[in-house]
């Protein structure tokens, strides 16, 4: 017999960290708001869950570190109705039978997606056959792309006003699509002191202090950047955090032993909030979660090494907002970086601008309206 406590089932996707970040903040917010709640978070690209899901992974992965100009290619190959409606399609008949099998095992009456994948099986389940429970996508950017587009869905929540007026266009119904921003969890909703923050790493505050980050998988070359960075006299204390990229936070020790500056590396961490907290600027490549992180916090940003396609869009909106500003091919990091260190004014600009954007409440607004 069914529990009478309401079951929901977020289905997320292991392809960097920020899809399962947006996943395990909205999951945090329910059981707040309803402690009896069954919550259960699903990896759809993992090899538990479908083998055929756990290949296409690999295959992106793959791409994304060897071929980019692919993936590149094949973004904006699908970003149209027409061809993106056709290669959805044939991707909806291979993994709806994983949807249809998580859907048999917990029963969820209500469906959350922060990843397209699932979130297309599922609008799939409900155009052809007679299933019943809620269901919604959370974007996890800053702008739409066509696989995004699930008609049958029950709700939408979307970063930016002018995401909404896309999935319009794209077909969706206004009055389902909610402008909450992006999700994060209960630590980067808070109010820090960076002098305590700093202590708590073993740090202090009479050196520049720059973190470095590239996503749960380490990407967004972070090893040059690093040798940018040596052309800076002053010294500063660098903070970088290489994810589950064990190869890069060797190469980052290594690197530590012969700089001129302080540089501290951390592969996965919990403590990515106080990190920001403490710090000045971050450099980083444009992941949404992060970006959005870094917002809730106030902390300015140097963006480089965009994925090719969402990171794009990404990058733009925060630096077309003030919050960061973007790093093209020939521009100097380490002149970027002085020049802002040498001018705390436009650090306080870009402070300023990210508190403006931030919704620290998305979390919670979207546990409200799903429950």
């Known amino acids: 017999m069914k529990s009478s406590a309401k079951s929901f089932l977020i289905v997320t996707a292991s392809v960097g960290s920020g899809h399962e970040k947006a996943a395990a903040a909205v999951a945090e917010s329910i059981?707040?708001?309803?402690?009896?709640a069954v919550i259960n978070i699903i990896d759809f690209m993992s090899m538990q869950t479908s083998w055929i899901n756990a290949l296409m992974k690999k295959c992106y992965l793959n791409m994304l570190y060897f071929v980019p100009n692919l993936y590149e290619f094949m973004y904006q190959f699908t970003a149209g109705k027409k061809k993106g409606g056709f290669v959805k399609w044939a991707m909806s008949s291979v993994i709806v039978y994983s949807m249809k099998e998580l859907i048999k095992r917990y029963r969820p009456d209500t469906i959350i997606c922060t990843h397209p994948f699932p979130a297309d099986a599922v609008s799939h389940l409900l155009q052809h056959r007679r299933v019943s429970f809620d269901s919604c996508a959370i974007i996890t950017d800053y702008s739409v792309h066509q696989m995004w587009v699930c008609p049958k869905l029950n709700h939408y929540f979307v970063a930016i006003d002018s995401m909404?007026?896309?999935?319009?266009?794209?077909?969706?119904?206004?009055?389902?699509?909610?402008v909450s921003g992006i999700p994060v969890s209960e630590p980067f909703c808070r109010d820090y002191d960076k002098g305590q923050c700093r202590r708590e790493l073993g740090l202090t505050m009479d050196k520049p202090l720059v973190m470095m980050m590239g996503g749960g998988l380490g990407l967004g070359g972070m090893d040059g950047a690093l040798d940018q960075l040596e052309k800076i006299r002053e010294q500063l204390q660098l903070m970088v955090i290489a994810g589950r990229n064990d190869e890069l936070k060797r190469k980052v020790e290594a690197f530590a032993k012969t700089s001129h500056h302080e540089v501290l590396t951390w592969g996965y961490t919990d403590k990515v909030a106080v990190m920001m907290a403490a710090a000045d600027i971050l450099i980083t490549k444009p992941g949404a979660l992060t970006l959005t992180e870094a917002m809730s916090l106030g902390l300015p940003m140097v963006l480089h090494e965009p994925i090719p396609g969402p990171e794009t869009d990404n990058a733009r909106f925060m630096s077309e907002g003030g919050m960061?500003?973007?790093?093209?091919?020939?521009?100097?990091l380490a002149k970027i970086i002085g020049n802002l260190l040498k001018h705390p004014e436009k650090l306080s600009l870009m402070r300023q601008n990210s508190l403006k954007f931030r919704r620290i409440d998305a979390a919670w607004q979207i546990a409200r309206a799903m429950s």
């Open 31 to 36: 059981q707040k708001q309803h402690p009896d």
């Open 164 to 178: 909404r007026d896309q999935l319009v266009e794209f077909g969706i119904s206004r009055d389902i699509i909610h």
């Open 324 to 332: 960061a500003i973007w790093l093209h091919s020939g521009d100097s």
